[in-house]
């Protein structure tokens, strides 16, 4: 199969994802082979590239991934050959460790990530769990599904996480796949909406999806928020959130690492009056589970930007550049 392989940690701008022919994976027991039809990229990539979460090398990225079932492993029963499935972030959990018997197996003691501790979607081909993979909800193609796998996903965990509740104000610190989709769930739940960004064309993006404000990540916004979330891979965002955040709001920190420190916080200004900060990290099958249904019933409208297989590493630039509009997603041709 051909597939773009990371061999070393590298600056994107270098160009470092290489197209390669690598045997086809064989899906072992309880494990299904899937016939890639398209992988959405996501900014954990440039953190795995770049060195900020180091991935096993050499490895195959990706983790929204959309194919169909190509081969059944032994013993397999949720899925038949030909099968449209999903797969995210979530590549497997040891089901056992005190976190998974919690419920919280994205905290898991021995979690493994799809593209990042196992191969993933930037290839022909790949395998999973039969237990890790998903029906993907009729009415989405699958480039607009993939999205959904963890900008979507990982979106609406934060958002359960931020606490919000109906009628209240929420800033969106950033707008990329994450919030284009975060926004569209928030208004469904009759939430206001600020969204802080520099891009003018994401400034437009958002008013279209029903901001009712758009600004600079500086720029105060008209109403104090009682809940952010900070899709930026910069520390200074943090400052600027709390300082419009409304006593007792919590800022929700949507990255995986930031690219550089957050400044030091003064405690008066930013956190006291019983303001909070709470980090997200990695997803439950639940999550995708749920998220997936509810996009379908909304219906979310994933904008996505396609690429060839080949051209992962100049759509990783642009991402990093922040000049996606909406999400970018990578197509196998066969
Ligand atoms: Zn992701
Ligand atoms: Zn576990």
Known sequence: MKAMVLKEISPIEKEP???????????????????????GICHTELDEIEGRLPPKLPIVLGHQIVGRVEKLGSGGIRFNLGDRVGIAWIHSACGKCHFCREGKENLCLGFQGTGCHANGGYAQFTVVSEDFAYVIPERFSD??????????????????????????????????????????VAKYWGCEVFVF?????????????????????????????????????????????????????????????KR??????????????????????????????????????????PEVQEFKLEEANQALILLKQGKIQGAGVLRMLD
């Not at 045997?23 to 398209?38: H, Q, R, T």
């Not at 009712?212 to 928020?225: A, C, H, M, Q, Y």
């Not at 956190?271 to 019933?297: C, G, H, P």
């Open 17 to 39: 994802l290489e197209i390669m022919d690598l045997p086809d994976p064989f899906p072992g027991s309880k494990e299904i082979l899937v016939k890639i039809s398209a992988c």
């Open 143 to 184: 480039a607009e599904a993939t999205p959904l796998l963890c900008a979507g996903a990982i979106g609406y965990r934060d958002l359960i996480l931020s606490g919000i509740k109906k009628g209240q104000t929420l800033g969106l610190f950033g707008f990329g796949a994450s919030a284009h989709i975060v926004i569209q």
């Open 197 to 257: 960004t520099r891009s003018e064309t994401h400034r437009d993006l958002a008013k279209n999806l029903g901001a009712s404000w758009t600004g600079g990540p500086e720029d105060k916004p008209p109403e104090k928020l009682h809940c952010a979330i900070d899709f930026t891979p910069v520390g200074e965002t943090v400052v600027h959130a709390l300082r419009v955040l409304e006593k007792g709001g919590r800022l929700v920190l949507a990255v995986i690492r």
């Open 260 to 301: 550089n420190l957050i400044p030091p916080l003064d405690y008066a200004q930013l956190l006291w009056d019983e303001k909070e900060i709470k980090s997200v990290a990695n997803i439950t099958r639940k999550d995708a589970q749920e998220f997936l249904a509810l996009a379908a019933e909304i219906p979310i409208i």
